[in-house]
């Protein structure tokens, strides 16, 4: 999905497959965009007792100024005038979007910040379990300056939120599976 320009959303459990659905469907509206899930058996051959009301997920509109002409094809439309149009407007579009409705966020942050966690889909549930098991919670966390940040769309990754989460962070983990697709984004955006 990534070398076709697609964004990713990585639920890390059934309640979020369910939540990032609807907010795929809005991030497509919004920025012109195929929106892809990243789908794991552990989560899809799951089962969970889940909150289907509608009204819980908010859809924030970004401030983000997207040209007159808009995000969505026309013709004629060459080709150079799409990728154009979807380096320059449209990823903007969804980082402005992923922004806006917190989908990259910081889940714990209070205290001193000596080590940051970031995590995306399951590696995010395993993590949050691991931590559970060491009878580390979110206010041990914050006495012994441990961070938490979870990461919904692992690709494009939002910059604003990821500086937040790493200025004067000591020790950066980054937890995902397979290749490096978030590390290596961090590396772009800090260095």
Wanted: proline share 4%; glycine share 6%; charged share 25%.
């Amino acid at each position: 999905m990534v070398d076709a320009q697609i964004p990713v959303l990585n639920p890390s459990n059934v309640q979020e497959l369910l939540d990032y659905g609807l907010i795929g469907i809005a991030l497509s509206r919004y920025a012109g965009v195929w929106v892809s899930m990243k789908c794991v058996t552990a989560t899809m051959d799951s089962s969970a007792s889940v909150n289907i009301d509608l009204e819980r997920i908010k859809i924030n509109t970004p401030e983000y100024a997207i040209q007159e002409e808009g995000v969505h094809i026309r013709w004629p439309d060459d080709v150079l005038g799409q990728e154009t149009r979807l380096n320059k407007i449209k990823i903007p579009a969804v980082k402005a979007f992923v922004k806006a409705n917190k989908i990259n966020q910081s889940i714990w942050s209070k205290g001193k910040k000596n080590i940051g966690i970031v995590a995306t889909g399951k590696g995010y549930a395993e993590v949050r379990q691991a931590l559970s098991d060491l009878g580390i919670d979110e206010e041990y966390a914050s006495q012994i300056g441990l961070h938490l940040f979870k990461v919904g769309m692992p690709w494009p990754l939002e910059e604003s939120s990821i500086i937040d989460f790493c200025e004067n962070m000591n020790e950066i983990l980054v937890f995902e599976e397979k290749r490096p697709l978030v590390e290596d984004q961090i590396k772009e955006i800090l260095f």
